[in-house]
DNA sequence: CTGAAAGCGCTAACAC
DNA sequence: GTGTTAGCGCTTTCAG
């Protein structure tokens, strides 16, 4: 493979001017530039990214680290494409690069900052993690290293993050449904420690200020928690649901889109009349929700741009002296069968 | 960020024992050893990959292209993030990193072979690519550039490549649809030049095939097109298969899975029997094959194996006068109410 | 067993 | 405008 040498012995030049060339640097004479710019072309020659970044200490590639676990939920590989794809939009971009982490585990203690420590990469975006370890947030303060974290808002105030609006959205979700006459609202939550989710925690919290605000009867509002955030749990919940007698909500916000897809399952080979007897809504929009018959209304979230604008904080945060930064995007309602737009 | 001078100095030695250490060589006493490792850890070193890679001409990294309109594809989105997924398993089995380059564009002249030529990584990955450009081959070949091929049969040898049977798949699913009794076999493939498959070509070769081979009446066979691979056209196909009267096939083979589920959803809202009136598989055991009911019977795509598999050729490729190498995996038919296993 | 010197490919700083 | 020198962090080769 070619080398600036070799490009400046073709040209009859000595490989600064090469470089400078290469750089598009302008104290060079057009004569000379276009005779190097003509060898460049017959060696093909690239600039070799590692001479270059060793001696700039600039690699220009990001790092993406996502904990193996979330990728083998059906979900986490739905949302992690959409985030990749928008991460990668910004870099091409920026002519960054992007090296994808296939370490990242969150509970056995590889180390999710090597790629940073190795200079392989300038700056790192965690995707999915429920909670960042403490050693590594530490590490992370100590020694400055760049991180954006996208879906989690770690309580350290050095690291940048994108998130959603999730305490918003449970709010809106509640306005919703009771706009569409509905007025006993549950909500299905999970209830495992190692699933805990700040989002779903957020959505629920926006959904119970609202109906303390409305001064709801609190026999009127119930919270259900299911083992798993699966179909099988939606349709298990479902005949819970029926059971419930004539006191069961007639307005439910689900934590995710999987969970309701269960419920509708369920609620049609039961005859359930939907949204007569029972509006709801999921979270995420995945397309799956659309498929099924009645049609999942839920909250879109905006995973390219979370995935866009974690980049550009990164980038910020790199600048001298930038401070962290955070950004929280909100989700747009989506209307469907089950709880259509309100008039 | 330390350095191997800095650890050197922290335990009293030069700098190339910290570098011994640090590789593991045995020529260093044991005592040093450790004074060194307990330096390392105390100022959290880890070797600069720049120094060392430009050293040794050997990045430690896999480059992975994919062109962004695959991805823009639902089916795209799936078959990509598992293939990935076996790609990453090898990176992590061998201590490799993976650029996933955000430039790969088949018609634009983008360059895919840049983070190999700026020496970002030591080999290349094209996944989902219906045809790399001639110009792109010839590079390859001129400069021995490590590469390998999934899902393509790129048709120059010294490209390595990983594809499944997919005539061997084409053939079996005849096999399978005569033992349920069908004898007028229709194959549904999609007729567009820039879409052209070659994995869907060899299904329907592999069909034709077998159905030569029991010597069946010409007129028992048909092949439709159709214009895209989505579940519209499905759909659509139907009502055309509805009207084509009594010398409609009784078994088909689609193929994808989106328009077999397609063709379901149309057919269950016009009655009609399944499997009793038409019998049909499609390819690739998506998860929304199993959503639909009734469920889609499909031939399942080993993807993350073949992930695995790719990279391991690659390694190979890299190694001194290695040859390319070329691997055809088996599909797994996966029975559904579609098609069911044969008694 | 340990160290000194050279060089991987590149660019910044300083001559000419 | 162009070339020379030094150095980024590391490993390999050769001395001690």
Redesign the pocket.
Known sequence: MA???DVAQRAG?????V??V??GLD???EE?RLRVEEAIRELRYH??H???A???GKTGTWGVETPISIRSHFWGEQYLIAILDGIERRCRDTHQDLILSTEASENQSSDVLRLYRQKKVDGLVFIGFQRIAAHVIEEIREDHIPCVVIAERPDEPSVSWVDTQNFEAGLEAVVRLTQAGKNKIGFVVHDQAELYNFNVDQRLAGGLAELNRLGADKSLRSIFTVNDLGEAEGEAFFYRWQNLGRNRPDGLVFGNDLLAIGFTRAAIEAGTNIPQDVAYVGFDALPQGRWVRPQLASFAQPFGQMGYEAVKLLEQRCQKQAEPRFLTLPLTFQPGDTLPQSP
């Open positions: 080398t600036q040498k030049v000595s490989f600064i001017t470089s400078r290469v750089n104290n060079v004479k000379t600039p070799n590692l001479g270059r060793l001696n700039q």
